[in-house]
């Protein structure tokens, strides 16, 4: 048992979490009369004394650092018990909300937010891992990260005090980021053949998607192999180049690529479709709750006044329909009009085609492959016309006499995959990439 006061200055209000070796309790500090938290490290009288070292020298560098995300440890002290002996540490008390409460499959939060929690928790830990010596976390779990939505800010608390690696602080946080995503914590989502199967869950784009299995693939020539290194990635909104087979290529991309001594094919799928139904599927679980409970009322008044039921059940489904459709028809109408992108080369001829509703429509009329004397690969640019700009994205562009077949990045392809392409045009037609 612990007593009610703790190093003679704290009382404790309220016991928050017990576990095998750890408690944490809510106290009130004699001194100052502020709320703080306390974690109690407890071990076995004959504990290994290194294991206790490695606590004090930790919780030394933790009172050493100064950032705006990470509550300062105010006091650490002794804590001993008839049973066990260990370590306390006091820190402010946080009124934000942890992560914890925000995995809710009822209320997901949008993919906008749950990046800006990952850009912000990767900040947090390439200050920590630039520390010298690096300082890992070691305990990151959803109920140690604190988020403020008011001043947009995160709290790492709780540190660990194992032996720990810059893994062990990147995989849990994967992990954590795919909880926020499905609604679902992640031990209890189904596995495949090792791995985490989340993708039907989350509404989540192609890249983010990519880019959450990155920070938990257990093959190291797949995942990040830095903190660093995934918000590079993060910031970019570039799929970072691994290697794949004998050739480079971005990992997760869904360009399918056919090379031949005589054919080079590129097939560029179409996400709009997907994207459609995604958000189709997301409307539907925000107005279900709705849906239900007037369908309930109306059957509850129905049971009375069967006339006025049939005369309010249309009513209610063209209002559900009005509520859906303007943000619906426009993906409808792209979903079903823009298909796959192809690009055929061959000895004898290049073609440019798109798959429009199973119709192969060309985009520009084929022309001899020997024709083609540039690959040029371009940034984006900027035209400004009178009061407007207008912005050219990226593009990889094969140059045959007066005709250009371009590739441009969207958000079916983007710049490490045109990059990717760009190296295996050169290396077929044996031409150099001019980069403009």
């Given at each position: 048992?612990?007593?009610?006061?703790?190093?003679?200055?704290?009382?404790?209000?309220?016991?928050?979490?017990?576990?095998?070796?750890?408690?944490?309790?809510?106290?009130?500090?004699?001194?100052?009369?502020?709320?703080?938290?306390?974690?109690?490290?407890?071990?076995?009288?004959?504990?290994?004394?290194?294991?206790?070292?490695?606590?004090?020298?930790?919780?030394?560098?933790?009172?050493?650092?100064?950032?705006?995300?990470?509550?300062?440890?105010?006091?650490?002290?002794?804590?001993?018990?008839?049973?066990?002996?260990?370590?306390?540490?006091?820190?402010?008390?946080?009124?934000?909300?942890?992560?914890?409460?925000?995995?809710?499959?009822?209320?997901?939060?949008?993919?906008?937010?749950?990046?800006?929690?990952?850009?912000?928790?990767?900040?947090?830990?390439?200050?920590l891992h630039q520390q010298?010596?690096?300082?890992?976390?070691?305990?990151?779990?959803?109920?140690?990260?604190?988020?403020?939505?008011?001043?947009?800010?995160?709290?790492?608390?709780?540190?660990?005090?194992?032996?720990?690696?810059?893994?062990?602080?990147?995989?849990?946080?994967?992990?954590?980021?795919?909880?926020?995503?499905?609604?679902?914590?992640?031990?209890?989502?189904?596995?495949?053949?090792?791995?985490?199967?989340?993708?039907?869950?989350?509404?989540?784009?192609?890249?983010?998607?990519?880019?959450?299995?990155?920070?938990?693939?257990?093959?190291?020539?797949?995942?990040?192999?830095?903190?660093?290194?995934?918000?590079?990635?993060?910031?970019?909104?570039?799929?970072?180049?691994?290697?794949?087979?004998?050739?480079?290529?971005?990992?997760?991309?869904?360009?399918?690529?056919?090379?031949?001594?005589?054919?080079?094919?590129?097939?560029?799928?179409?996400?709009?479709?997907?994207?459609?139904?995604?958000?189709?599927?997301?409307?539907?679980?925000?107005?279900?709750?709705?849906?239900?409970?007037?369908?309930?009322?109306?059957?509850?008044?129905?049971?009375?006044?069967?006339?006025?039921?049939?005369?309010?059940?249309?009513?209610?489904?063209?209002?559900?329909?009005?509520?859906?459709?303007?943000?619906?028809?426009?993906?409808?109408?792209?979903?079903?009009?823009?298909?796959?992108?192809?690009?055929?080369?061959?000895?004898?001829?290049?073609?440019?085609?798109?798959?429009?509703?199973?119709?192969?429509?060309?985009?520009?009329?084929?022309?001899?492959?020997?024709?083609?004397?540039?690959?040029e690969r371009r940034n984006?640019?900027?035209?400004?016309?009178?009061?407007?700009?207008?912005?050219?994205?990226?593009?990889?562009?094969?140059?045959?006499?007066?005709?250009?077949?371009?590739?441009?990045?969207?958000?079916?392809?983007?710049?490490?995959?045109?990059?990717?392409?760009?190296?295996?045009?050169?290396?077929?037609?044996?031409l150099p990439i001019t980069?403009?």
């Amino acid at each position: 048992m612990l007593d009610r006061v703790l190093h003679s200055r704290y009382e404790i209000q309220q016991v928050l979490g017990q576990k095998a070796g750890t408690r944490t309790v809510l106290a009130r500090d004699r001194q100052s009369r502020q709320l703080v938290l306390v974690r109690i490290s407890l071990f076995p009288v004959d504990v290994d004394r290194e294991r206790v070292d490695r606590m004090k020298n930790k919780i030394e560098l933790l009172q050493s650092l100064r950032h705006e995300s990470i509550p300062p440890v105010l006091d650490s002290f002794e804590v001993e018990t008839p049973e066990r002996k260990g370590w306390a540490i006091a820190r402010p008390f946080l009124r934000s909300k942890s992560l914890e409460e925000y995995i809710n499959p009822a209320r997901l939060l949008p993919e906008s937010e749950i990046k800006q929690i990952a850009k912000y928790c990767l900040e947090i830990l390439f200050y920590l891992h630039q520390q010298h010596p690096p300082i890992f976390h070691g305990n990151l779990k959803p109920s140690n990260i604190f988020f403020d939505p008011k001043n947009e800010r995160i709290y790492l608390v709780d540190f660990g005090f194992e032996p720990e690696s810059e893994k062990l602080d990147l995989y849990p946080l994967g992990l954590i980021l795919i909880g926020l995503a499905t609604g679902v914590p992640a031990r209890d989502l189904p596995k495949k053949s090792g791995k985490l199967q989340f993708e039907e869950r989350a509404n989540l784009s192609s890249f983010f998607l990519y880019w959450l299995k990155r920070t938990i693939d257990p093959y190291p020539d797949h995942c990040f192999r830095s903190v660093k290194e995934a918000l590079e990635s993060l910031y970019s909104y570039q799929l970072i180049l691994v290697s794949h087979d004998n050739f480079t290529k971005p990992y997760g991309s869904e360009v399918t690529l056919y090379k031949s001594e005589r054919l080079l094919q590129v097939t560029i799928s179409s996400k709009a479709k997907q994207r459609f139904f995604s958000n189709l599927q997301y409307q539907f679980r925000r107005f279900l709750p709705s849906i239900i409970f007037s369908v309930s009322l109306l059957t509850i008044v129905g049971a009375y006044r069967t006339k006025l039921l049939f005369f309010l059940i249309p009513v209610l489904l063209v209002a559900v329909l009005n509520l859906l459709f303007p943000s619906l028809s426009f993906e409808l109408l792209k979903a079903f009009s823009k298909g796959d992108l192809e690009l055929w080369l061959t000895s004898e001829k290049v073609t440019l085609s798109r798959y429009i509703c199973w119709f192969k429509i060309p985009v520009l009329s084929p022309t001899d492959t020997d024709k083609i004397y540039q690959i040029e690969r371009r940034n984006v640019s900027l035209i400004l016309e009178e009061d407007r700009s207008i912005v050219i994205p990226p593009c990889l562009a094969l140059i045959a006499g007066d005709r250009e077949y371009t590739i441009s990045a969207s958000p079916d392809i983007n710049e490490a995959e045109l990059d990717w392409l760009a190296h295996q045009f050169s290396d077929w037609l044996g031409l150099p990439i001019t980069r403009v």
